[in-house]
């Protein structure tokens, strides 16, 4: 909508400084002349929005211009509120400066839209750890997001779980990454990925490193996910699944693109495995509702357990039952 792209120019302008009409047509993925209608409507309107001419040239609010958060939809107000994580904030020290900040916002927005976040507070809690585990501690976080912050090396005693366990890293922390109640540490050089909560001792040094320009931690990240999983899930496995039965994760995803119904309903697919141990335990979970067809030792070894469970149960009365 056009008032929401208004919006969105002064925004840029405020943020970034002086732009071009076509950086701003790029930003907002339409045409260069739709960019200059906009701009003529913002001076109609009285903003005070000038612009200069030649190479280095481009679009500028007036120094000292700053414009409320009237242009917030419902929607993003919403969004707004729903993004704040208290938790992660608080590991991070910034507890009390997304509190106040929040407080900020909520006191420029119209009545209207400050009803929409605080409905939006009071409906929806994030909690990032899942059921099984608890939120790793990781003491050392605030100094590491200091480093993150201040562009400073750190020099760390670190655990892996290789051998040797315990040992000496410098790092070049370039950004935080929080997943599943557990944070990482993306660090040169290399980069990279360090559990914080690994982190055995810490010295901060007033020695500053130069972030890489073209770094770009979302993508880091999502490429280390997939390499991850790649490295996870190097065996494979035949399978067939009982009607309505569900895999999760890379096995999941195999048998939704790959697996075929046989005559009895069944469906049968080629899922990766991370090891035969882990898709022992993992199988296993799913009882008579998996069967697994190759390979022969992880079949084998199913096999084994069920005869043992079957024999250990048959007798159904409890040791030192009556």
């Known amino acids: 909508m056009k008032s929401s792209r208004l919006v969105s120019i002064l925004l840029l302008l405020q943020t970034r400084g002086r732009m071009t009409a076509a950086q701003l047509a790029e930003e907002l993925e339409v045409s260069v002349r739709t960019v200059y209608r906009d701009v003529e409507?913002?001076?109609?309107?009285?903003?005070?929005?000038y612009g200069d001419a030649g190479h280095a040239g481009g679009y500028r609010?007036?120094?000292?211009?700053?414009?409320?958060?009237?242009?917030?939809?419902?929607?993003?107000?919403?969004?707004?509120?729903l993004a704040g994580a208290p938790g992660p904030a608080a590991q991070l020290g910034l507890g009390s400066v997304l509190a106040a900040a929040q407080l900020k916002v909520r006191a420029a927005l119209p009545p209207e839209l400050r009803a929409h976040a605080d409905r939006i507070s009071g409906r929806f809690h994030?909690?990032?750890?899942g059921w099984y585990a608890d939120a790793d501690d990781a003491p050392f976080l605030p100094a590491v997001a200091d480093a993150v912050w201040s562009s400073r090396v750190l020099h760390v005693r670190y655990r892996r779980w290789r051998e040797p366990t315990d040992v000496e890293r410098r790092l070049e922390p370039y950004g935080l990454v929080l997943k599943a109640g557990r944070w990482y540490v993306v660090a040169g050089p290399g980069p990279r990925t360090?559990?914080?909560?690994?982190?055995?001792?810490?010295?901060?040094?007033?020695?500053?490193?130069?972030?890489?320009?073209d770094f770009d931690l979302a993508?880091?990240?999502?490429?280390?996910?997939?390499?991850?999983?790649?490295?996870?899930?190097?065996?494979?496995?035949?399978?067939?699944?009982?009607?309505?039965?569900r895999l999760t994760g890379p096995a999941g995803e195999a048998v939704r693109r790959d697996g075929r119904t046989d005559d009895d309903g069944w469906t049968r697919a080629t899922v990766p495995i991370e090891s035969?141990?882990?898709?022992?335990?993992?199988?296993?979970?799913?009882?008579?509702?998996?069967?697994?067809?190759?390979?022969?030792?992880?079949?084998?070894?199913?096999?084994?357990?069920?005869?043992?469970l079957a024999r250990r149960y048959g007798n159904s009365r409890a040791p030192g039952g009556d």
């Open 126 to 129: 994030l909690d990032a750890p």
């Open 194 to 213: 360090y559990r914080v909560d690994q982190i055995l001792e810490l010295t901060a040094h007033d020695e500053e490193f130069s972030r890489p320009e």
């Open 61 to 81: 609010l007036l120094d000292g211009y700053r414009t409320r958060l009237t242009g917030l939809t419902a929607d993003e107000a919403e969004a707004l509120f």
């Open 41 to 49: 409507a913002l001076g109609a309107a009285g903003v005070p929005l």
């Open 219 to 245: 993508a880091y990240w999502a490429a280390y996910q997939r390499g991850f999983h790649d490295r996870l899930h190097h065996g494979e496995a035949v399978v067939r699944l009982a009607s309505g039965t």
């Open 276 to 308: 035969v141990d882990h898709a022992h335990g993992e199988f296993l979970r799913l009882g008579a509702a998996i069967e697994v067809l190759a390979p022969d030792e992880l079949r084998s070894r199913i096999a084994r357990t069920v005869a043992e």
